[in-house]
């Protein structure tokens, strides 16, 4: 069992940055693949980053390529995602998901979630 707990989310305004953080439990951590996810109120849940357990693999989705940043430390069981230059239409929640395999950018294939993190970006 792999618990997972997001953090790091708030108000920030436009431009602005934040970093989110992901404590997982667990010694399998450095096994699993990680990913960040996120869903606005009665949207799909949308892929952002996803990160392979060495660090050395990353994924992005192209509304935040060249703006987030994915990464990994596997001697503190914890993934990042640093959001820069952040935009209105970023705004929602973010979720930190992990799977035992290798980086997937569809949510359905990770096994394990956080609770969530908000992200509100202000004009």
């Known amino acids: 069992q792999v618990q997972l707990v997001e953090s790091g989310g708030g108000l920030v305004q436009a431009g602005g940055s934040l970093r989110l953080s992901c404590a997982t439990s667990?010694?399998?951590?450095?096994?699993?693949?990680m990913g960040w996810f996120r869903q606005a109120p009665g949207k799909e849940r949308e892929f952002v980053a996803t990160?392979?357990?060495?660090?050395?693999?990353?994924y992005y989705a192209d509304s935040v390529k060249g703006r987030f940043t994915i990464s990994r430390d596997n001697t503190k069981n914890t993934v990042y995602l640093q959001m820069n230059s952040l935009k209105l239409r970023d705004t929602t929640v973010y979720y930190c998901?992990?799977?035992?395999?290798?980086?997937?950018?569809?949510?359905?294939?990770?096994?394990?979630w956080g609770q969530g993190t908000q992200v509100t970006v202000s004009s």
């Open positions: 998901a992990a799977r035992p395999y290798g980086p997937d950018t569809d949510w359905s294939g990770y096994d394990y």
């Open positions: 667990g010694r399998t951590f450095r096994s699993y693949a």
């Open positions: 990160i392979s357990w060495s660090g050395y693999s990353t």
